[in-house]
């Protein structure tokens, strides 16, 4: 029985067709379109998953340049004042449109304390980011401010970008 049948679709296979038909072998226009719908749905996730690891990647870079900065900004400001001397309160406003300031406050003397942030102008508070260090001072160091005492210093040091 199962020769006769084979035999039967063979047979069936064989047989011409008349002219106006023919064998369809392939796929569909609707097949071909449907998987290249599939196939471009999948190439946008790629790309946009390569969009947002550039984007870290960027932020990272920025980040890591913003905390080296800020690190020697910190470590210059303490070494000044283990030698006898004032640092220079500053804000520094980078090509991104940040600024990194540096502010020392004298108030909770014998300590004097060093700090460096960074803030981007309109954006989240969240986003600021902040080293701080501290260096005791002797009773016997000299500040150069000349006609200011600690706290007035320290209130002057806390300016920021024109």
């Known amino acids: 029985m ?6 039967h679709v ?32 999948g190439l946008m996730g790629v790309q946009a998953s390569g969009v947002i690891a550039s984007r870290t990647l960027a932020m990272a870079d920025q980040q890591t340049r913003y905390t ?10 303490l070494a000044e004042l283990r030698r006898g001397g004032v ?8 090509k991104w449109g940040d600024q990194i300031w540096l502010s020392v406050d004298f108030s909770g003397a014998p300590l ?37 005492d600690r706290e007035e210093h320290a209130l002057r040091s806390g300016g920021g970008c024109a």
């Open 2 to 7: 199962v020769r006769s049948w084979s035999r």
């Open 10 to 41: 063979r047979e069936i296979m064989s047989m011409e067709r008349p002219s106006g038909l023919c064998r369809q072998d392939g796929f569909t226009l609707i097949e071909v379109m449907v998987a290249l719908l599939v196939v471009t749905v």
């Open 68 to 77: 080296t900065r800020m690190a020697h900004s910190l470590e210059s400001a």
């Open 87 to 94: 640092p220079a309160p500053f804000c520094e406003e980078t």
């Open 112 to 148: 004097a304390a060093v700090s460096v942030r960074m803030t981007r102008p309109g954006a989240d508070p969240a986003m600021e980011f902040a080293m701080r260090g501290a260096v005791f001072l002797p009773d016997n160091h000299s500040f150069p401010v000349v006609g200011e």
